[in-house]
């Protein structure tokens, strides 16, 4: 077990193998891949790991290519969960923005 921030209390606990990440926005990167950007809510996320967003009764389960720092115009700093460009298509009917996803150790 590895250890992990649990963001209600400023203690450490044990880890499981899921994380919760925190949407708060969307876009592509040409040539690179398609950008969740936000906040790690609760837990670790690895390059490798699976994300898994709801799409109605299913969920979509996308592998976490990359883990970047996004810095936006006005100096503030989010996460950044690079995946596949082909994501794009499998999200583009939902509204990501506020949404939070769990992400599993594949």
Known sequence: NSLKFDAYSPTYINSTSMAT???RNSFSITDKGY???????EGIISKGDIA?????????ELEVLGVEMVDKENRETE?????????R?????????????QTRRS
Do not use: R
């Open 21 to 23: 990440f925190y949407i």
């Open 35 to 41: 950008v969740l950007s936000g906040d790690i809510f």
């Open 52 to 60: 898994l967003i709801p799409k109605g009764d299913t969920q979509i």
């Open 79 to 87: 996460i950044g969960l690079l995946f596949a460009l082909q994501a």
């Open 89 to 101: 298509e499998h999200l583009k009917d939902l509204n990501l923005e506020g949404m939070k996803i």
